[in-house]
């Protein structure tokens, strides 16, 4: 069965960093294209990045430069570096995996991102 | 960016009544290999989203087949066939045809 866990997230002041983690477990997690996706609260979803299977990553405008996506294999194991946090990267922040490409199949359940002084 | 326009924002339906949500895309969402990347997630309240269609119209495992998903270029829509109480939540079509990946505003489904 496919799951996935994500952890790390918390309350932080603005101009802060986190670092988001998500554990896979019931397949291999560097199999497939892993993303992260956002939102705020009362609000819709938002796509913040993406890893391809070879490494390569992708990520949002409003985040460029500031979040990177990465992985550890040997963990099974997504994760996202989150510096220079600002007051509207506040949100539950989501794992989901391209099981095949173009579509999210699994969603984790969620970790939320307070910045605020 | 593509944006996914989602109509209605709010659908007060009738248990056992059908229901349908509409996405139109500013710009097609045919993908160089031929694909259609529009999806379709439920988000139950205080659940994380899931999956029930993608590339427009396949039912993702463990879907109740009540749900169908439809159209093509850049029309596409969300039918449930018999609303049940199980269905109430926030509707959400989102594309993966081109960067940025984009979302819809949501469609939120109520029972009256």
């Known amino acids: 069965e496919v799951q996935l866990l994500e952890s790390g997230g918390g309350l932080v002041q603005p101009g802060g960093s986190l670092r988001l983690s998500c554990a896979a477990s019931?397949?291999?997690?560097?199999?497939?294209?892993m993303n992260w996706v956002r939102q705020a609260p009362g609000k819709g979803l938002e796509w913040v990045s993406v890893i391809s299977v070879r490494g390569g990553t992708r990520d949002a405008d409003s985040v460029k430069g500031r979040f990177t996506i990465s992985r550890d294999n040997s963990k099974n194991t997504l994760y996202l570096q989150m510096n220079n946090l600002r007051a509207e990267d506040t949100a539950v922040y989501f794992c989901a995996t391209e099981a095949e490409p173009g579509t999210l199949f699994y969603w984790g359940q969620g970790t939320l991102v307070t910045v605020s002084s | 960016d593509i944006v996914l326009t989602q109509t209605p924002l709010s659908s007060p339906v009738t248990l056992g009544q059908p229901a349908s949500i509409s996405c139109r895309s500013s710009q097609s969402l045919v993908h160089s290999d031929g694909n259609t990347y529009l999806s379709w997630l439920q988000q139950r309240p205080g659940q994380p989203p899931r999956l029930l269609i993608y590339k427009t119209s396949i039912r993702f495992s463990g879907v109740p087949d009540r749900f169908s998903g439809s159209g093509a270029g850049t029309d596409f829509t969300l039918q449930i066939s018999r609303v049940e109480a199980e269905d109430v939540g926030v509707y959400h079509c989102t594309q993966l045809t081109q960067f940025p990946y984009t979302f819809g505003q949501g469609t939120k489904l109520e029972i009256k």
């Open positions: 019931g397949f291999t997690l560097s199999s497939y294209a």
